[in-house]
């Protein structure tokens, strides 16, 4: 069997193809990378709004009388008393604080919730929250392969998201709906979800449909941002528009190797609560010291320091990049990197193809994400 | 489509010859695989190379590329517009966005260089 044929396809497959994107496998899916253009698609999300297929994402159902404790009590973040409709976002780690995913998760309902992890650490996650079941009063429902997920980012969201004819009698809850909120639809007889998330920093919103919805959804809403120029996005640039916010990504800032005091997500860390997966290993990172910090770099020059080039600082190596590459809102060559947080920061340079480059530490985020307040306002850059 | 008053190289970079200069740029393909294009490292002028010799990269969004002479000779200029414009190279990647002029030392190279009905069958192979 060809490593092709194991790709899953979403319901937009050949939408995505008549439409000029270039597909790659990505987590076991088969997705659009780009269709016009990395730069010009992310000036799009920036300018005006763009609509991702992001069917990959893994969707799993938990439910039952126990399920607050019981999550509350494995994630880092907290989740018992989150109102019903709000959103946490978290990571889950190992008995060592290393990161094995970071989710949100969805207050539904009084014992109903939505874990959305990463599609490449899905099938793991499920594993692990299986092997942690008890006995009673949890269950877990692994609904990936049957929902889809449409993200609709950009200052104009909010105005092409509220024409959709399923929102039609909720204008009200839609248009009052706060960041890291989410609204239950009946569409048809069918759940959908819609919240008021997103991995871009711009105002924006995530649908959770039946695969069946997807096709239809997609085409009205870009019937709806026909007058405001929307577009189809691809993963490079949903990578480009969370870089520049220094929004972590799984298998760069964050890994098995990595705890969240290291990488930045400190304050998805609840040390105060009584429980959860690798509480004690973070309570004793934090008293030792934490060992390393992801810091900002501005690479002199366009050469872009990617993942993996080795930082240095008066000759010495102190750490490496994480994610690098070319901001095209701030227009110039960026990187994240973990460094040793006891090394000092001057003289920096980084190493790429075995030649050194100075660079310079720079404030994270690089641009200010802007999911709050009015989402048609001006951006001033940082 | 690939135009005939040219040849090609196995790393998909084009060469025009007029005398004993010859202008290289990369070709349509190379320029769509590589995406959009942020950063063109080029070799100083005056510099002397052989055929073959990595002179330069090509950086994109997505990935880095090394540009390889695809003849002997010294660099006699460089285009300063897709330094500032890397752009360029996607826009008119046979055109505005040729890349150096080499002055030829060896005109004898241009023979193991492809005609445009070989290149276009690498493409399609």
């Known amino acids: ?382 | 489509m690939v135009p005939d008053d040219r040849k090609y190289s196995q790393e998909h970079e084009w060469i025009l010859q007029e005398d004993d200069i010859a202008t290289i740029g990369v070709t349509d393909h190379a320029a769509g695989e590589l995406g959009d294009v942020v950063f063109v490292e080029l070799p100083e002028v005056g510099a002397e190379f052989n055929q073959g010799d990595s002179v330069g990269t090509i950086e994109s969004v997505k990935a880095v590329a090394d540009l390889y002479l695809p003849v002997s000779g010294e660099i006699v200029a460089v285009n300063e517009a897709v330094a500032d414009s890397p752009e360029l190279v996607n826009q008119s990647p046979l055109e505005d966005g040729w890349l150096m002029k080499v002055k030829l030392s060896d005109p004898s190279e241009f023979e193991n260089l492809l005609g445009a009905a070989a290149y276009e069958g690498l493409l399609g192979g």
Not at chain 1, 268 to 275: G, I
Request: hydrophobic share 40%; aromatic share 8%.
């Open chain 1, 1 to 382: 069997m060809s490593e092709q044929s194991e790709l899953t396809r979403t319901p937009l497959n050949r939408w995505h193809r008549e439409h000029g994107a270039r597909m790659v496998p990505f987590a076991g899916y088969e997705m659009p990378v780009q269709y016009r253009g990395v730069l010009a698609e992310h000036a799009t999300v920036r300018e005006r709004v763009g609509l991702f297929d992001i069917t990959h994402m893994g969707e799993i159902f938990v439910t039952g009388s126990a399920a607050e404790t019981w999550l509350d009590g494995l994630v880092t973040n907290r989740v018992t008393g989150l109102a019903e409709g709000k959103i946490v976002y978290t990571a889950l780690c190992n008995e060592t604080g290393g990161i094995l995913d970071d989710m949100l998760i969805y207050r539904l309902g009084a014992a109903r919730w939505l874990v959305v992890c990463n599609a490449a650490n899905r099938v793991p996650v499920v594993a692990w929250l299986q092997s942690r079941r008890p006995v009673a009063g949890v269950s877990i429902e692994d609904r990936s392969l049957e929902m889809s997920l449409v993200a609709v980012q950009g200052p104009y969201s909010r105005a092409v998201v509220g024409r959709l004819a399923a929102l039609a009698d909720r204008q009200d809850d839609f248009n009052e709906l706060r960041f890291y909120s989410a609204l239950n639809c009946t569409v048809d007889g069918e759940q959908w979800i819609v919240s008021r998330t997103g991995y871009t920093g711009e105002h924006g919103y995530e649908l959770y449909v039946p695969n069946a919805a997807l096709l239809p959804l997609w085409e009205e809403l870009i019937t709806h941002g026909g007058d405001r120029q929307i577009e189809p996005i691809g993963l490079a640039a949903r990578d480009t528009l969370r870089f520049e916010v220094c929004y972590s990504l799984y298998g760069h800032e964050l890994s098995e190797q990595t705890t969240p005091l290291e990488a930045g997500i400190g304050w998805a860390v609840k040390l105060k609560k009584q429980q959860f997966v690798g509480r004690e290993a973070l309570i004793a990172q934090k008293a030792a010291g934490v060992p390393r910090r992801l810091i900002g770099l501005a690479i002199e020059g366009r050469t872009i320091a990617r993942q993996g080039a080795v930082v240095l600082s008066g000759g010495e190596v102190i750490g490496a990049v994480t994610s690098g590459t070319f901001s095209p809102t701030l227009k110039r060559s960026l990187a994240l990197a973990l460094v040793s947080s006891t090394s000092g920061v001057d003289d920096l340079e980084v190493e790429v193809r075995g030649r050194r480059f100075g660079c310079h530490v720079v404030t994270i985020p690089f641009l200010s994400a802007r999911v709050k307040g009015d989402p048609e306002a001006e951006r001033t850059l940082s």
